[in-house]
């Protein structure tokens, strides 16, 4: 159990660092008979059962990203359970020998899952907590006279509010949890936007809502919660068709509080144990009632030279994380590696990055083994022209910064980066048996002003994660999150001497080995009519 306690954000940020001689503190085992449930169910609810699809959307893998060309579905019980199922919900499920586990449409660090999500829905009249298992809404307060003013206020669209369950991670990972629930906020809000998009619909973050006021909102403070077992209120978006609502006003927020709420968490555990530097790191990163300037992305052409082997509903179905890698399997063409990264650059109106999120762009530091027609060795791939300046200020001055074009990429030193990489991510062979590895670079400067900025750049990262898992699967390939790395590990081999930038989120693409030993099973086959 960690001793060590954080003043701030940043010294959260140092405590949680992973260093070949040190790993961040967590429990020396792992308790199985322990493990919180991976499931919220809150008890004395109505439950509303959502619609599957009947029908496969029949769309391309494109329209994940932009808009799709035709009139948007409204906002409904059946739209909505579509909108579920094709971003939160469950994928499959795996088998082996007498254990089995479910896996989702979003990823998590060790399929872990703190997401949680809640609906505040005027179209159904209702406030809900979205139950993955059983694909179904737990109704927490009926709006009642609230429907009216409330739908005038959010338009044709609805509120879904995302909290994190940070015992889930820290059962694990211990102090590293709390970095972890903001990767997989990141990926469940790459999720939300990738799945409106292909019903017609935006997702948008509200701005200037404060930690505490999401909370309100969501009814929690009159929520019984198991010691411990507290959801932390992280972000809240818009989502529906038309003109999105990007703030909430002081009325919402009086209607929402005047409900009767209802339902009382299940007991995720037996024996919480708490992680103090977690919960501080929570504290000390809460998002104050303040709002953010605009953020505008840039216009960008896309290129339509995009082979595609799935449309875009199998593609999010079929999203997993790869275990393991063959080198023989992990030959990449060129065309489709500047592919995949072309599609993690912001662009104004596609998804998932035009979802509003107040943050400088991170940068991907690449470790490149496997890609036809390249020099094997590290790169940047530059993802805001006016952050390269800074980057080569910072970044050793070793470095050769050769342009491939106008692309964004540069070789920064070549040659066998694998042995390299492979230690810098705690001895993982899939860093170094891949097609390539690579870090997320974040501009870090401005997070020792704003502590609620450090969610914000996890948040970032988990939105390029996610475009990276699904780019991979279309190109016949897999990619896997990495949380575990030596920070200054990486650090020390970049030149960065001080905090305008760190490594905060790992990533690797390659051809994926499948384990034989396991068995599949659809999510929810007794539901679905197909």
């Known amino acids: 159990m960690s001793t060590a306690l954080a003043k701030d954000i940043l010294e959260y940020h140092f405590l949680s660092k992973h260093r070949p001689e040190k790993y961040a503190d967590s429990l020396p085992f792992l308790d199985w008979d322990n493990q919180p449930s991976p499931f919220q169910e809150y008890l004395g609810t109505t439950k509303l059962e959502l619609p599957f699809l009947q029908r ?3 769309l391309g893998a494109e329209f994940l990203y932009q808009p799709v060309a035709q009139p948007a579905r409204p906002v409904d019980l059946e739209s909505v359970g579509a909108f579920l199922e094709l971003s939160l919900a469950l994928s499959a499920w795996k088998s082996y020998g007498d254990e089995s586990w479910a896996l989702r449409i979003n990823p998590s660090s060790g399929n872990l899952h703190p997401t949680e999500a809640h609906l505040v829905l005027p179209q159904l009249s209702g406030v809900f907590h979205y139950q993955p298992l059983h694909h179904q809404l737990e109704q927490r307060a009926a709006l009642g006279a609230a429907t009216v003013p409330l739908a005038a206020i959010l338009g044709q669209g609805f509120w879904v509010g995302l ?3 940070a015992i889930r ?33 935006k997702v948008k973050l509200v701005n200037g809502l404060g930690t ?9 403070p009159k929520v019984r919660w198991t010691p411990g077992e507290e959801e932390e209120p992280e972000a809240l978006v818009w989502v529906g068709p038309g003109e999105p609502l990007t703030e909430v006003p002081t009325e919402a927020l009086e209607l929402l509080a005047g409900l009767d709420w209802t339902g009382t968490p299940a007991k995720l555990c037996e024996d919480n144990l708490p992680w103090q530097p977690n919960e501080e790191a929570a504290l000390y990163s809460r998002q104050s009632h303040r709002p953010y300037a605009p953020v ?24 997993r994380s790869g275990q393991a890698y063959q080198a023989a399997a992990s030959v990449m063409d060129q065309d489709r590696f500047f592919a995949l990264l072309e599609a993690t650059l912001p662009r104004q109106g596609y998804a998932p990055f035009d979802l509003g999120l107040p943050c400088p762009p991170v940068h991907l530091v690449l470790f490149v083994h496997r890609v036809t027609g390249l020099t094997p060795g590290v790169y940047l791939y530059c993802r805001a022209e006016e952050s390269l300046a800074q980057l080569k200020e910072v970044l ?14 540069f070789l920064l030193e070549p040659g066998d980066a694998r042995q390299m990489i492979g230690q810098a991510c705690c001895n993982q062979a899939i860093a ?27 948040w970032a990262c988990g939105l390029v994660g996610q475009v990276l898992y699904l780019e991979a699967e279309a190109a016949g390939f897999r990619g896997t999150g990495i949380g575990c790395y030596h920070d200054d590990q990486i650090h020390d ?14 990533f690797t693409i390659g051809g994926a080995v499948e384990d034989q030993r396991l068995t599949h099973q659809p999510p929810y086959d007794a539901k679905r009519n197909r």
């Open 56 to 58: 496969s959307l029949g």
């Open 163 to 165: 909290t994190s369950l």
């Open 169 to 201: 991670e820290s059962w694990k990972y211990g102090v590293r949890a709390f970095r972890y629930c903001q990767h997989d906020l990141g990926h469940a809000l790459g999720a939300l936007g990738f799945a409106a998009n292909l019903l017609g619909w």
């Open 212 to 220: 505490e006021e999401l909370g309100q909102l969501l009814g929690f």
């Open 296 to 319: 505008l992305l840039p216009q960008r052409p896309w290129s339509k030279t995009r082979p595609q082997l799935y449309d875009a509903e199998t593609l999010v179905r079929r999203r």
């Open 396 to 409: 050793d001055p070793r470095f050769l910064w050769s342009p491939f074009g106008d692309s964004g990429l």
């Open 432 to 458: 170094a048996n891949s097609t390539f590895s690579l870090g997320m670079l974040a501009p870090f400067g401005g997070v020792g002003e704003d502590a609620s900025l450090y969610r914000r750049l996890f």
């Open 493 to 506: 081999f970049l030149g960065i001497k001080h905090q305008e930038f760190q490594s905060l989120y790992h």
